[in-house]
């Protein structure tokens, strides 16, 4: 999953020999019900990501697929709440 987040441009999802989900891995991981109906992790940044923001007690505003993007958006976020 991790490689798929960094690398994919698109991600299809197998499930007993059909196509049960396509799309950007930004869609695809945004999707926790979905993964968790095939038993699918999402990649540990984005898990991380999910702890962060119970942390600062709202979402970002997009999941991020390295951490790098998500640095960025943490950043954006506190600049954001210093300016308030």
Excluded: W
């Excluded at 984005?46 to 997009?62: D, H, T, Y």
């Excluded at 999941?63 to 960025?72: H, M, R, W």
């Amino acid at each position: 999953m991790e490689d798929a987040a960094k690398y994919a441009d698109e991600i299809s999802i197998m499930h007993e020999g059909r196509c049960v989900l396509t799309g950007t891995p930004r869609e695809i991981f945004s999707d926790y019900e979905m993964l968790n109906k095939y038993r699918l992790e999402v990649p540990r940044i984005v898990k991380f990501q999910k702890r962060i923001e119970q942390l600062i007690g709202q979402p970002l505003s997009k999941i991020c697929l390295t951490e790098e993007e998500l640095a960025e958006e943490i950043a954006r976020v506190l600049k954001e709440r210093d300016l308030s």
